[in-house]
């Protein structure tokens, strides 16, 4: 029980009774910085999910994957003050609770993604249930946060001194969390430790698993007389295995979904095949499934990207892009169109597509 405190000029000091526990009081200062933490630790979690999702190059991918552990893991930090300001609360509305559970399943299939490996539950990867979880929480957040919205926004007041030691503190305790899941994959001798910059999990070559973005299905093409279009030619895939330019190379596929595989491929450069006075006129380069699932590439990649049709010294399987798939090093999984039908030159810029297939 506390004295309630009077206001004014004979004000009194309220006397905390001899009971109070000194510690409890730490979660007790809970109320709308808590909710503005939590809200800024969400949308920096979502934000940069996608930007893990989007970065194949080491540095920057080791950059996004720890700032996103240490946002996501902030929510947990925040835990104790939250259940002040629920407790307070006069009633639970159902979505916020929903909120709640489909959080808890975000986060745990994070962490489960980081320390067990590549591998389903109930026929999902970890990665799909974190990302199916945050999607679902986006509108119960807007929900929640319209449905509160009074006086809980940022003020002036939040860039004080005190304001920003308290953010630091809540910064370490992030911080402090992800070592302690990190930690505990290493300790443990789990399967964190395989992973690369981005968190994928390394994968034997032979065991790389047909992977599809969305929709999109595997179609029967011709193994040799399938035409592929490349700007003003056209190639039987047959005739493209048969080049001289064509090499054998490693290069490594990571997938979005949790997995890379560093594999022997062989294919010939789209430099080799294009007419480089043609592909100095143009910005991006597009390349097209007989599926319709395509991706643009800045024209700078010519010399990067390949036409592949061997993987693992054998000739690619359906699953894998039979007869012909595109083979893009450095970048993202879903950037290695598969059943390649046309690569033509472009003049739009190459970001004038949607950052992630829709297929
Ligand atoms: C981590 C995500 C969050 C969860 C799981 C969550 C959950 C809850 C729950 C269960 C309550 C009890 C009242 C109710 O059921 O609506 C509550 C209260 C509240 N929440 Fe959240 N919340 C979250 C984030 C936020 C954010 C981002 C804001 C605002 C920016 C916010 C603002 C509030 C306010 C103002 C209350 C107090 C309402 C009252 O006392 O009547 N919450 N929250
Ligand atoms: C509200 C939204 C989200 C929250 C709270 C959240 C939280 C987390 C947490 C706690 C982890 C484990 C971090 C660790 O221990 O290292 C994690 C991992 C991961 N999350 Fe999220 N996440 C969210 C949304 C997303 C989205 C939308 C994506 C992708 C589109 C994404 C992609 C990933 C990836 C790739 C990992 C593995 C990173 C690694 O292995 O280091 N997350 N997330
Ligand atoms: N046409 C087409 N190409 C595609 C996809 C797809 O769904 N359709 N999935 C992409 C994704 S997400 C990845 S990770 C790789 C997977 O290649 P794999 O199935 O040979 O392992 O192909 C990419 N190319
Ligand atoms: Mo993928």
Request: some cysteine.
């Amino acid at each position: 029980m506390t004295v309630p405190r009077r206001e004014g000029p004979h004000s009194v000091a309220t006397v905390p009774p001899a009971s109070a526990k000194p510690r409890r009081m730490l979660f007790r200062r809970a109320g709308r910085r808590t909710n503005v933490a939590l809200f800024v630790a969400l949308v920096g979690s979502f934000v940069t999910g996608w930007l893990a999702f989007g970065i194949g190059a080491p540095v920057p991918a080791s950059i996004t994957s720890v700032t996103h552990g240490v946002t996501g893991l902030a929510l947990v930090v925040l835990i104790p003050w939250k259940n002040t300001v629920v407790g307070r609360a006069p009633r639970k509305a159902i979505a916020s609770l929903t909120l709640l559970g489909v959080l808890v399943l975000c986060v745990v299939a994070g962490i489960v993604a980081v320390l067990g490996g590549f591998r389903t539950y109930a026929g999902l990867t970890p990665m799909q249930f974190h990302v199916g979880a945050a999607l679902i929480a986006v509108p119960l957040i807007g929900w929640h946060v319209v449905g509160h919205r009074r006086r809980q926004g940022p003020r002036r007041t939040d860039l004080s001194r005190r304001q920003l030691l308290q953010t630091a503190g809540l910064a370490a305790g992030a911080g402090a969390a992800y070592l302690v899941v990190e930690g505990a994959g290493r300790l443990s001798g789990s399967p964190a430790a395989d992973r690369r910059q981005t968190g994928s999990h390394e994968l034997d070559p032979e065991q790389m698993p047909v992977t599809i973005w969305l929709f999109d299905d595997v179609p029967a093409l011709e193994p040799t007389e399938h035409v592929v279009r490349v700007d003003q030619q056209s190639f039987t895939s047959a005739a493209l295995s048969q080049r001289p330019e064509a090499s054998e190379f490693e290069a490594t596929l990571d997938c979005t979904n949790g997995w890379y595989a560093t594999a022997p491929w062989r294919g010939v450069r789209l430099a080799d095949l294009l007419d480089p006075g043609r592909v100095r006129g143009a910005r991006s380069i597009r390349v097209t499934s007989t599926t319709g699932y395509a991706r643009i590439f800045p024209v700078r990649d010519v010399d990067l990207l390949w036409l592949a049709t061997e993987l693992n010294g054998r000739p690619l399987t359906a699953g894998h892009g039979a007869p012909v798939r595109l083979v893009a090093p450095g970048r993202r999984g879903f950037w290695w169109v598969k059943w390649v039908d046309t690569v033509e030159l472009s003049e739009d810029p190459w970001w004038w597509q949607l950052p992630f297939p829709a297929q």
